[in-house]
Nanobody, 121 residues
Framework: QLQLKEFGGGWVQAGGSLRLSCAASGMPYTTYSMGWFRQAPGKEREFVASINWNGAMTYYADSVKGRFTISRDNAKKMLYLQMNSLKPEDTAVYYC??????????????WGQGTQATVSS
């Protein structure tokens, strides 16, 4: 069993930056590819970014490409999402997940509880 906990969300003005972190505990973290998803009120859960087990491969949704960067530190069992040039439409609850590099949320086995990121115009 793998436990995930996100933190680092908050409020920021448009154009600003936030860094989300996700701490993993439990089963060997390095065996899992990881991803970030987000969900805004009234909308479906949306893929943001994913990374393979050693960080060599990363994938991004078109809507965040060039603005967001996913990374991981396997020694610390941490996953990160650096979010720059934030827009109001980036406002959502952000979730980290483990188990795949897919952009389909059902391919992931473990989920954190989410952290809110709010971008004001």
């Amino acid at each position: 069993q793998l436990q995930l906990k996100e933190f680092g969300g908050g409020w920021v003005q448009a154009g600003g930056s936030l860094r989300l972190s996700c701490a993993a505990s439990g089963m060997p973290y390095t065996t899992y590819s990881m991803g970030w998803f987000r969900q805004a009120p009234g909308k479906e859960r949306e893929f943001v970014a994913s990374i393979n087990w050693n960080g060599a491969m990363t994938y991004y949704a078109d809507s965040v490409k060039g603005r967001f960067t996913i990374s991981r530190d396997n020694a610390k069992k941490m996953l990160y999402l650096q979010m720059n040039s934030l827009k109001p439409e980036d406002t959502a609850v952000y979730y980290c997940a483990a188990g795949s590099v897919s952009n389909w949320y059902k391919e992931y086995n473990y989920w954190g509880q989410g952290t809110q990121a709010t971008v004001s115009s």
